[in-house]
């Protein structure tokens, strides 16, 4: 993982998914993974949940990415690839949670 920094100005963009069918799971990964070409992104994750929690399996895929500053978050969000991959995943999903920090 890169850990060189702009400024301290570091974003890190963390967002939890669970599929509707455990089917799509893979579908899922392979949409999401598309959102490691859009050229703002610093650093790009995307993987299947290997916890098994004994309370609770509610995450099925998680996507870890770092951005140099805000507006490199905002050009990701903006690019095509993103409406695209939205387009593939948001009818395989149920939840979505999305942190920034």
């Given amino acids: 993982m890169s850990d060189k920094k702009s400024n301290g100005q570091i974003i890190r963009h963390v967002v939890f998914f669970s599929s509707k069918d455990a089917k799509d799971i893979d579908q899922i990964v392979e949409g999401l993974s598309m959102l490691g070409t859009i050229p703002s992104v610093k650093h ?40 695209d991959c939205i387009d593939i995943v948001r009818p395989l999903r149920e939840m979505r949670i999305a942190a920034d920090f």
């Fill in 44 to 83: 790009f994750e995307v993987s299947r949940n290997r916890n098994e929690d004994r309370f609770a399996n509610d995450v099925d895929v998680i996507v870890y990415a770092e951005f140099e500053n805000e507006a490199a978050l905002k050009a990701y969000r903006a690019h095509q690839i993103y409406q």
